[in-house]
């Protein structure tokens, strides 16, 4: 391991730790949650090794940061709060659109996605935007994805 990935190691390490300790939950009840191998939680834990992209953005998911924050390149992390409510995508997905002044036909020319795929996620009826948290498998939900 390079000094650069051991850095990013223990950076990822501590944040994942207190991460845990604020949500007041196990390696192994997460790793089940999340369809993962507690074995995996204790080598990251223990510095051996980091995520991969996908269990990257699982774990920033769950506990609702970013990913900037998880990994060290933020210190702050605006977007986590033990106490702030968990939204739905949908009214997440309107709420960055009003703050950040965005109109869905802005966000069609500038990214290219269909405006029904823009709508769907504001009413919240695309199947990519309806998952709960702890009651679905974000795995295969992220693989039917790639098929569809």
């Keep these: 391991m390079s000094e650069n990935d051991k850095q990013i190691a223990d950076i ?26 507690s074995s995996a939680f204790y080598k990251w834990i223990r510095k051996v ?10 774990l920033a998911n769950y506990f609702n940061c970013s990913l900037d924050y998880l990994f060290g390149l933020n210190d702050i992390d605006v977007q986590y709060s033990l106490h702030a409510p ?5 009214e997440h997905f309107v709420k960055i659109l009003q703050e950040k002044n965005i109109s869905e036909y802005r966000l069609v020319k500038k990214t290219g996605v269909a405006r029904s795929k823009i709508a769907s996620w504001r009413k919240g009826t695309s199947p990519d935007c309806r998952c709960n948290r702890f009651g679905h498998n974000p795995r295969r939900a992220y693989r039917q994805n790639l098929t569809t």
């Design 12 to 37: 990822f390490a501590e944040r994942l730790c207190e991460l845990m300790q604020e949500s007041r939950i196990s390696v192994d009840t997460i790793a089940q949650q999340l369809q993962l191998n």
């Design 49 to 58: 090794s980091v995520p991969n992209f996908d269990n990257a953005i699982l």
């Design 86 to 90: 968990n939204l739905p995508f949908n």
